[in-house]
């Protein structure tokens, strides 16, 4: 079965910088284009940045220059490097890969990041 493990989210101050981490097991890693999608309270699920196989990536608007994504296929491992944490980023942060306007897998715990004056 499909797992995915996300970890290094914190309460952190406005400015301040946090990278979280995906750990996957129980599918092709390599294989699949991932991505990393958050949901602040009260909202929906909001997309924020995807990595392809060949190591292209994309991100949303509003945290193009401040979070980067990048993906270890050799560890399985999917990260998002972020800096430059606003208020508006609180969320809990999630790991999936994406068919269409699908998410394919089921989802992880998550985890949760908290931006505080």
């Known amino acids: 079965d499909v797992q995915l493990v996300e970890s290094g989210g914190e309460l952190v101050q406005v400015g301040g910088s946090l990278t979280l981490s995906c750990a996957t097991s129980g599918f092709t890693f390599n294989s699949y284009p991932m991505n990393w999608v958050r949901q602040a309270p009260g909202k929906g699920l909001e997309w924020v940045a995807r990595i392809r196989t060949g190591g292209i990536v994309n991100s949303a608007d509003f945290v193009k220059g401040r979070f980067t994504i990048s993906r270890d296929n050799a560890k399985n491992t999917l990260s998002l490097e972020m800096k430059s944490l606003q208020p508006e980023d609180t969320a809990m942060y999630y790991c999936?890969?994406?068919?269409?306007?699908?998410?394919?897998?089921?989802w992880g715990q998550g985890t949760q990041v908290t931006v505080s004056p």
């Open positions: 999936n890969t994406q068919v269409g306007s699908k998410f394919l897998f089921a």
